[in-house]
């Protein structure tokens, strides 16, 4: 029979503070954490790297046209492949969002349609709920680009949003992606502070959205330094528990 010691009160106490200081530093992917913000000869007030299949999306809320510019920017999955960003009306996954998918056309230049997807297996091309412009698409260092303007509900404050790549188009239609644990994770939420947006043109970003890469989003997101200052609190706690047990034991 194994006996379970009761820990000392102060030990107790360092795994409960190092619990809380763990809890606070989970990752949570905050705003401007890319190396830079300017792409396609565009600057964009937002930028983050996102928790999956190493894609990063720019972009700025722009208040008077209610309306989300952005650039998503990912590899396929191979480089015949295909890279895709939409956003999801109702609920936090793939089906029933509207998308922009990128890919290849036959002659090597690069195309953005716009696809419902009624379901993980449908795709529809085709107009989709959202009005979009300015839609292009780019192909350059294994990376695919998409730049558009979407335009959103005047009373949306957040945006389900979902993106996703594959590796082969056949006959001008996107072939279904993989489905491991980074495809099926490949989704979150941007949530407009629109009480911070300030009118503009309608080519000046305006608000500072926030972005939260779960459907459950923490209310008290971490500073672009948060991955790391996590780290080094973990290791800090971990160095005191070691000491404090061994001092304890003797």
């Given at each position: 029979?194994?006996?379970?010691?009761?820990?000392?009160?102060?030990?107790?106490?360092?795994?409960?503070?190092?619990?809380?200081?763990?809890?606070?530093?989970?990752?949570?992917?905050?705003?401007?954490?890319?190396t830079s913000q300017n792409i396609g000869n565009n600057l964009y007030t937002n930028c983050t790297d996102l928790p999956t299949l190493n894609a990063s999306l720019y972009?700025?809320?722009?208040?008077?046209?209610?309306?989300?510019?952005?650039?998503?920017?990912?590899?396929?999955?191979?480089?015949?492949?295909?890279?895709?960003?939409?956003?999801?009306?109702?609920?936090?996954g793939m089906a029933g969002s509207q998308a922009l998918i990128a890919f290849k056309?036959?002659?090597?230049?690069?195309?953005?349609?716009?696809?419902?997807?009624?379901?993980?297996?449908?795709?529809?091309?085709?107009?989709?709920?959202?009005?979009?412009?300015?839609?292009?698409?780019?192909?350059?260092?294994?990376?695919?680009?998409?730049?558009?303007?979407?335009?959103?509900?005047?009373?949306?404050?957040?945006?389900?949003?979902?993106?996703?790549?594959?590796?082969?188009?056949?006959?001008?239609?996107?072939?279904?992606?993989?489905?491991?644990?980074?495809?099926?994770?490949?989704?979150?939420?941007?949530?407009?502070?629109?009480?911070?947006?300030?009118?503009?043109?309608?080519?000046?970003?305006?608000?500072?959205?926030?972005?939260?890469?779960?459907?459950?989003?923490?209310?008290?997101?971490?500073?672009?330094?948060?991955?790391?200052?996590?780290?080094?609190?973990?290791?800090?706690?971990?160095?005191?528990?070691?000491?404090?047990?061994?001092?304890?034991?003797?």
């Amino acid at each position: 029979m194994v006996f379970l010691h009761p820990k000392p009160p102060l030990l107790r106490l360092l795994l409960l503070t190092c619990a809380s200081l763990l809890h606070l530093t989970s990752p949570t992917h905050s705003l401007n954490t890319c190396t830079s913000q300017n792409i396609g000869n565009n600057l964009y007030t937002n930028c983050t790297d996102l928790p999956t299949l190493n894609a990063s999306l720019y972009f700025n809320h722009i208040a008077k046209t209610s309306s989300i510019s952005i650039a998503f920017v990912a590899p396929p999955s191979k480089p015949d492949g295909w890279i895709a960003w939409a956003i999801n009306p109702t609920q936090t996954g793939m089906a029933g969002s509207q998308a922009l998918i990128a890919f290849k056309n036959s002659n090597g230049t690069m195309n953005v349609k716009t696809y419902n997807i009624s379901s993980y297996s449908s795709i529809v091309e085709g107009k989709i709920a959202f009005e979009v412009s300015e839609a292009r698409a780019e192909y350059s260092a294994g990376s695919m680009k998409i730049y558009a303007t979407v335009k959103l509900p005047e009373t949306m404050t957040e945006v389900n949003h979902v993106w996703q790549v594959g590796g082969a188009v056949v006959d001008g239609v996107p072939v279904k992606h993989e489905f491991q644990p980074e495809n099926l994770s490949a989704k979150g939420k941007l949530r407009l502070r629109v009480a911070e947006v300030s009118g503009g043109d309608g080519g000046s970003p305006a608000g500072a959205p926030s972005i939260s890469p779960n459907p459950n989003p923490n209310p008290n997101p971490s500073s672009g330094s948060g991955t790391v200052s996590g780290y080094k609190k973990s290791v800090m706690c971990v160095f005191l528990v070691v000491i404090v047990g061994g001092l304890m034991l003797n």
